[in-house]
């Protein structure tokens, strides 16, 4: 029988009054907001289409005015090169359309015999002629059942012949509405183009708070909707124009019509492809004398659609993620509702525009919830929703996404234990008991799966030397499961024991001959009674074991050097990671501290005499390297950072940001040295990808780094110094006193600060990182956005 907490009180949380006011205020903004779109149409559907072109063409306007042209000069230029390329195209299309009008009636005898033809295969016998017969006489019979009616009486209104002056007005306004429409688009084109910042300053005071976060958000929001308009004019017209020429080639007449059109309705998301296809597929239907023009014609937009939508797009868009499709199909429905067609061609524009303002700016991050593909929930919490939905299979299926290389260690690492973290959390205060038995029994299902996919790499006959114990309940023991698997993997074997109470009996009922080490998992938030009491029991039955103490949800205090020797414990850990690292050296400290030759990159020799070829190591650019160092430090907001790079035998500190302590060259270059079996950077070398460590002192590789507790530093993070061919020199590293973390955006910064670096080394221009992988959609992407 499973153990449980003492405990089974479940919170009931009122509704808060004040929720419900705010829902209600949010409703009647909306509906006022709907309202306004609305009433507006013919001022705000001009000015929306003005500011999306004007993203679109303000990079052009800048490059014109970065090459010395006034920004007002600039602004006519663009417009004027924009109006004449539209009005070409648009006389090219207007004859294309004054051709296939004239030539249309001379199909009709082409139509004729195809729908005859067609008639006759649907006519001819077939295996339902006895149904149609039955209908028919069917249809026969009640009509012949149905009583004659009186034709009713035509009555045709004949309207009396207006004014010459109103005739020409209606003949007029149809025309001259365009033309007004189109005239205040150009003059807030102009406006929006001609603007150096202030409608930007606006909205950072209407944004208010932080200033540096409004800005970020604002100048974020501006270059992805700017690429984005650029990216889906490239990617339409790379399928209107091969869509033109292979009708053309085909011999499908109005073949610029067409392929203008497919450019254009392409920004209607779904529908728009399907209704470019329609107009080329049935002119080639009236025109050919065969079937053999129409089938050209479908294989022709059948292969222009697979290369826009797996290479261009791609290619283009790369790993970005954009609107979800039911976003996208919402978004259509709304914009069409409110401005009709204008509305249909603006609605995935408008919509991403949305989407890139909700993910710059906090206040409006219920738009990127709303309509982004990324999840909104993360990994841990979409496995623990699903076991509480009592889905275990799904579990399964987005564990088994996530899992990347094969490295089930790190899933437990970064998720395992956060989905357990999130079920002794909710235990006492939302789950019901039903919740407890669908997690439980959904994480045995689980764990069973990752067992069975990936077996411990454990060779026939080895005994286990690691016992791993819950400590107080079921949860502690699902963690020490995790454990045990992941040691098995690391060539560890292990075996777990069931928790229970604390007891002489249940301590002597363990069965831990053999066993050296005893690993206890606690999930607990105050587990120091606990464990002294369960390390006294042990220390007393089984005084030589050694004994680990993992705690999933340790508070701060108790990680300090003299708590662990209090508690009774030899160590404590904190990830599965550490714990894996900690009992290996525990186990074979000797083999665990030798470094492995595997560990050299492959390009050894190269990378050395890449580095030679610099002459970096004679000092000639310490007082750059050393700016560097102290711009990076400051930027991170460090305690200090430094630039080293890595010869055959020893690392060179050649900048730093602050006078570090250390063996230095006695030549004159004032460096200090490293030996390649205590180096810093060798980690960030060999694997040539960033290095993150949040914590030195639960990190084995670093904990008793010399260096580290020579400089007092609890944080490291190394980014490669990578030439343009691929060789690493060296890092860039940041030391802080205190244990943190670098978010997603940090990091990019540090990569794109190293690759300064080695600009500053190899005297060549600077390459740019590649941008890191976002995360996966949750949904299939049907409209992606620049990253």
């Not at 001259?176 to 406006?191: D, H, K, S």
């Not at 939302?430 to 996919?453: T, Y």
Request: hydrophobic letters at 50%; glycine letters at 6%.
């Amino acid at each position: 029988m499973r153990g449980t907490q003492p405990g089974d009180a479940t919170q009931h949380v009122a509704a808060d009054p004040s929720d419900i006011v705010r829902i209600a205020a949010w409703l009647v903004v909306v509906s006022i907001i709907v309202a306004a779109l609305y009433l507006g149409q013919n001022v705000l559907t001009p000015l929306a289409i003005a500011f999306l072109i004007g993203f679109a063409l303000k990079p052009l306007v800048t490059w014109l005015t970065r090459r010395g042209l006034p920004r007002p000069v600039s602004v006519i230029v663009v417009i004027l090169t924009l109006a004449m390329a539209l009005t070409a195209f648009g006389f090219l299309v207007a004859s294309q359309l004054a051709t296939l009008s004239a030539q249309l009636p001379s199909y009709q005898t082409t139509i004729r015999e195809k729908v005859r033809d067609v008639g006759a295969s649907i006519r001819a016998p077939g295996m339902f002629d006895g149904v149609m017969r039955t209908v028919d006489s069917v249809q026969q019979e009640v009509e012949t059942d149905q009583p004659e009616e009186v034709p009713p009486l035509r009555v045709q209104t004949v309207e009396s012949e207006g004014r010459p002056l109103e005739t020409a007005l209606e003949w007029l306004t149809p025309a001259l509405e365009p033309l007004a429409t189109a005239g205040i688009v150009i003059v807030f084109l102009f406006l929006v183009l001609l603007d150096r910042g202030d409608m930007r300053d606006r909205l950072i005071r209407l944004l208010g708070g932080n200033l540096h976060q409004s800005t970020d958000a604002l100048e974020d929001a501006a270059k992805r909707i700017s690429k984005y308009l650029l990216m889906q004019v490239i990617v339409n017209v790379s399928y209107g124009v091969p869509m033109a020429l292979g009708l053309w080639f085909i011999g499908v007449p109005g073949w610029l019509l067409w392929g203008a059109l497919a450019a254009v309705l392409r920004f209607i998301p779904y529908l728009g492809p399907l209704l470019s296809s329609v107009f080329p597929l049935a002119l080639a239907f009236a025109v050919g004398d065969g079937w053999q023009m129409v089938i050209w014609t479908l294989a022709l937009i059948l292969f222009l659609e697979l290369i826009s939508n797996n290479v261009v797009e791609p290619l283009l868009y790369g790993t970005s993620t954009g609107l979800s499709a039911m976003s996208l199909i919402a978004a259509a429905t709304f914009w069409t509702a409110l401005w009709g067609p204008i509305g249909l061609i603006l609605s995935t524009p408008l919509t991403v525009c949305l989407l890139v303002l909700g993910r710059g700016n906090p206040q409006l991050g219920f738009l990127d919830t709303l309509l982004g593909s990324t999840p909104v929930l993360d990994v841990p919490t979409r496995i623990y929703q699903r076991l509480i939905a009592d889905k275990p299979e799904d579990a399964i299926e987005i564990v088994d996404d996530t899992i990347e290389d094969d490295d089930v260690v790190e899933f437990y690492n970064d998720h395992g234990i956060e989905v357990l973290r999130k079920v002794s959390e909710d235990y006492l205060s939302n789950a019901r008991p039903e919740h407890r038995q669908r997690v439980f029994n959904g994480m045995d299902a689980l764990l069973d799966d990752l067992k069975e996919e990936y077996p411990p790499a454990i060779a026939p006959g080895d005994a286990p030397r690691i016992a791993c114990i819950g400590g107080r309940w079921e949860i502690d023991s699902l963690a020490c499961e995790m454990l045990v698997h992941a040691l098995g993997l690391a060539g560890l074997p292990a075996v777990q024991r069931r928790e229970g109470v604390v007891s002489t009996r249940y301590v002597n009922n363990l069965d831990l001959d053999g066993i050296d080490i005893i690993c206890l998992s606690y999930f607990s938030r105050e587990p120091a009674l606990s464990i002294k009491a369960f390390c006294r029991r042990l220390r007393n039955r089984w005084p030589d074991k050694r004994i680990v103490v993992a705690l999933w949800n340790a508070p701060p205090a108790i990680l300090e050097p003299g708590a662990i020797a209090s508690l009774g414990a030899d160590e404590i850990v904190t990830t599965v990671q550490e714990a894996v690292l900690r009992i290996q050296r525990m186990i074979a400290p000797e083999k665990a501290l030798a470094r492995p030759v595997s560990d050299l990159p492959e390009n050894e020799a190269a990378r050395v005499q890449a580095l030679m070829e610099t002459h970096i190591l004679d000092g000639h650019a310490r007082e750059d390297l050393n700016a560097l160092a102290k711009r990076a430090a400051a930027v991170f907001d460090v305690k200090f950072a430094v630039i080293s790079v890595m010869s055959a035998a020893e690392e060179y500190v050649i900048g730093q940001s602050i006078d570090l302590a250390g063996t230095k060259t006695d030549d004159g270059t004032d460096m200090i040295i490293l030996q390649r079996d205590q180096a810093l950077c060798d980690h960030a070398v060999a694997e040539g990808d960033l290095l993150v460590v949040s914590d030195t002192r639960r990190d084995p590789r670093f904990a008793d780094h010399p260096a580290l507790r020579l400089w007092g530093t609890s944080f490291y993070a190394a980014a490669p110094l990578k030439t343009a061919d691929g060789v690493v020199l060296g890092a860039l590293s940041l030391f802080d006193a205190k244990p943190r973390k670098l978010s997603e955006e940090e990091l990019t910064l540090l990569e794109s600060m190293a690759a300064d670096v080695v600009s500053a080394i190899t005297g060549e221009e600077a390459v740019e990182p590649e941008p890191r992988e976002p995360e996966k959609p949750s949904t299939a992407v049907a409209q992606p956005v620049p990253d």
